[in-house]
């Protein structure tokens, strides 16, 4: 994978995953607890992909 393509696809999960995180807080407002739990675990987790996806260096 290219460094550019890789960049781009680590920003884009990061995206998604504060994406998710935001939607684990309107969740936990209007009381879907397990709904905001799943949702912020695969927020954390997509983000966290994200941002390794990023700081990853290419191997010579």
Do not use: N
């Amino acid at each position: 994978m290219s460094v550019k393509l890789r960049l781009a696809v680590g920003v884009v999960l990061v995206g998604v995953g504060l994406g998710f995180l935001i939607a684990s807080i309107y969740l936990m407002y209007i009381y879907h607890v397990m709904a905001s739990l799943f949702s912020a675990i695969l927020g954390f987790t997509v983000t966290s992909l994200g941002i390794d996806m990023i700081k990853e260096k290419k191997p010579v």
